[in-house]
T-cell receptor, first 113, second 112 residues
């Protein structure tokens, strides 16, 4: 049981480049989400999904796309990277009952130059 | 939508003293309130959580209290130790969306 797996761990992009951050979980969790973490800003929700085929926006969705074609995978796409997207990105998953804790991946540190 | 405010942003205590971190939330329908600890360079890890039908929960040196009327909840750490030094986040789960909204974090430093 690997839990929540994120790849890559580190990434450097040039402004305007695109990339996909991968997230996979093997706990059969319905709920998956992406957060970004910036100093002094806490964890801000980018996008989330309550099941395959269903996605919705969080607090800071602009500049990011997501899809949920399977229960296990929830990739985050940056279509045209900007320096403001330099951050640490965490994927997290849980059951959808209201008592279920969120399980985090190890994070991806992204730098956009 | 839900909004969570957390105070203080930094907290320094002497080893053995108690530490208290406070959070307020805006959506009265929110019903699940976890606390996460994040050590430097690591992912957030759940340390304790409380449901809205409970006023207090304890786990060894850690306790959480919830006041639904005032819409605030607090983390209490007693007999602090240097290994308690970390960033702590509170969060609230929106009832109708399952979204977990976090506070901005508290950096706790415990000095020996």
């Amino acid at each position: 049981n690997a839990g929540v797996t994120q790849t890559p761990k580190f990434q450097v992009l040039k402004t305007g480049q695109s990339m996909t951050l991968q997230c996979a979980q093997d706990m059969n969790h319905e709920y998956m989400s992406w957060y970004r973490q910036d100093p002094g800003m806490g964890l801000r929700l980018i996008h989330y999904s309550v099941g395959a085929g269903i996605t919705d926006q969080g607090e800071v969705p602009n500049g990011y796309n997501v899809s949920r074609s399977t229960t296990e995978d929830f990739p985050l796409r940056l279509l045209s990277a900007a320096p403001s997207q330099t951050s640490v990105y965490f994927c997290a998953s849980s059951w959808t009952d209201n008592n279920s804790p969120l399980h985090f991946g190890n994070g991806t540190r992204l730098t956009v130059t | 939508g839900e909004n969570v405010e957390q105070h203080p942003s930094t907290l320094s205590v002497q080893e053995g003293d108690s530490a208290v971190i406070k959070c307020t939330y805006s959506d009265s329908a929110s019903n699940y309130f976890p606390w996460y600890k994040q050590e430097l360079g690591k992912r957030p890890q759940l340390i304790i959580d409380i449901r809205s039908n409970v006023g207090e929960k304890k786990d060894q040196r850690i306790a959480v209290t919830l006041n639904k009327t005032a819409k605030h909840f607090s983390l209490h750490i007693t007999e602090t130790q240097p290994e308690d030094s970390a960033v702590y986040f509170c969060a609230a789960r929106e009832y109708n969306t399952d979204k977990l909204i976090f506070g901005t974090g508290t950096r706790l430093q415990v000095f020996p």
